[in-house]
């Protein structure tokens, strides 16, 4: 069984920065595609952006790019989310996925972590 585990979230100042990390552990064969999600307060989760697992393809959200920079070390299983000029409306949990490989069904599923609160505000 693959557990996701996000670490880095606490309290920034508008315009500051945090780095959150991610790391998938357990039994895996195979993990593909990694990334980010967030749900603000009082709103649906929405995609921040993801990463392929070779590294070369990207994703952002229009409301983060140049601003966010995902990262991944792939033989560590970890993705990185390194956010820059944050802005008050980035206040919400940030939750990481990882596409695990599951043998049972044949298929890749997303497994997510428990999130980690990332909060904006002076």
């Known amino acids: 069984q693959v557990q996701v585990v996000e670490s880095g979230g606490g309290l920034a100042q508008p315009g500051g920065s945090l780095r959150l990390s991610c790391t998938a552990s357990g039994t895996i064969y195979a993990i593909n595609n990694m990334g980010w999600y967030r749900q603000p307060p009082g709103k649906q989760r929405e995609l921040v952006a993801t990463?392929?697992?070779?590294?070369?393809?990207?994703t952002y959200s229009d409301s983060v790019k140049g601003r966010f920079t995902i990262a991944r070390d792939t033989p560590k299983n970890t993705v990185y989310l390194e956010m820059n000029s944050l802005k008050p409306e980035d206040t919400a949990v940030y939750y990481c996925?990882?596409?695990?490989?599951?043998?049972?069904?044949?298929?890749?599923?997303?497994?997510w972590g428990q999130g980690t609160l990332v909060t904006v505000s002076s």
């Open positions: 996925f990882a596409e695990n490989f599951a043998v049972d069904v044949a298929q890749y599923v997303a497994v």
């Open positions: 990463i392929s697992n070779n590294k070369i393809h990207t």
